[in-house]
């Protein structure tokens, strides 16, 4: 890590607010929905698929639920109204996991039952350790109901990752896999950098082997290149699979993978409630705000 990044990495919890809005901008639609939209077909138009997400998680009370609930489902009928190539990202923790999980439960399975009669397709984010079981279990029983419009997003870092995915084999899965950004304590999580790349090459073979749909989410050039070594071993078609990359975040790479035949969905944000995002997706990838500064001093190196 270079001392630049070192140092984002470390202060960005305490960098003032427009300093972080002027690092992440890039990395966000903007504060509307018909941010969201616009970027979105500029995506299409490159021939990438959208994942739209509001920004707000860990809600206080069961209104802010609500509110987040009908936010959701008006951006189900935004896309199908608008005819963009997109689908839905939601936080249980927005919906309301951490106050009843039963509300929580009964407002997803509405915004993925407004998407099941759009046709269309509802992602679960997993969030930090805390909310793990809770989550797989909600998306158990949407699966059940939904089989063909609800996923969930699995975090390679976790060591109980593995067993997760044996667990949910019985029956047709469809993960977006991802490293995972939370800092969970070393009896939870792998911490070496090496060892987490392993254990998402490790998970990609596991859910190849059981058929699932995956979404490979990742800006690591060296995991691009494992992803698609496994795909051609497998023989997969490409609607059966996709790559996802974070908005703003490496499009060279993300051109490349869409010329060389593979399908690719972009992570689209929104919302005013941008902060807590920016400065998680920054603590995590300071290269963000190195690249940021180069494009303000006008310089090709930093």
């Known amino acids: 890590m270079s001392i630049f990044n070192f140092l984002v990495s470390k202060t960005i919890m305490h960098i003032p607010g427009p300093l972080v809005h002027f690092f992440a901008r890039g990395y966000i639609a903007g504060e509307t929905l018909s941010d969201a939209v616009r970027v979105t077909r500029e995506l299409n138009q490159r021939k990438m698929m ?52 039963e509300f929580a439960t009964a407002n997803i399975r509405e915004i993925v039952a407004k998407a099941a009669e759009l046709g269309n397709f509802v992602r679960i984010d997993m969030e930090d350790i805390g909310c793990t079981d809770a989550t797989i279990k909600l998306y158990r029983h949407l699966r059940a109901e939904f089989p063909a419009n609800v996923g969930l997003v699995v975090q390679a870092y976790l060591r109980r990752t593995g067993a997760d995915i044996e667990n949910l084999s019985d029956a047709p899965m469809h993960f977006r896999l991802c490293k995972g950004i939370y800092n969970e304590p070393r009896t939870a999580a792998w911490k070496d950098p090496v060892t987490i790349n392993r254990s998402f090459v490790s998970a990609l073979k596991r859910m190849f082997r059981h058929k699932a749909y995956v979404g490979i989410a990742t800006h690591d050039e060296k995991l691009v290149f494992e992803a698609m070594e496994l795909i051609e071993r497998q023989g997969l078609k490409s609607d059966e699979y996709e790559f996802q990359m974070l908005l703003g975040v490496d499009e060279e790479l993300r051109q490349i993978i869409v010329d060389a035949g593979h399908r690719l969905r972009v992570y689209v944000p929104f919302g005013a409630s941008w902060m807590p995002y920016s400065r998680r997706r920054l603590k995590e990838n300071p290269a963000i705000a190195q690249h940021a500064l180069r494009q303000m001093l006008g310089m090709k190196r930093f």
Request: charged residues 35%; hydrophobic residues 40%.
């Open 50 to 101: 959208a994942t739209i997400d509001i920004l707000g998680e860990f809600i206080k009370t069961k209104d802010e639920a609500i509110f987040f609930k009908q936010q959701c489902l008006e951006i189900l009928e935004t896309i199908h109204r608008e005819k963009i190539d997109a689908n839905l990202s939601l936080k249980p923790t927005q919906m309301g996991l951490e106050l009843d999980e």
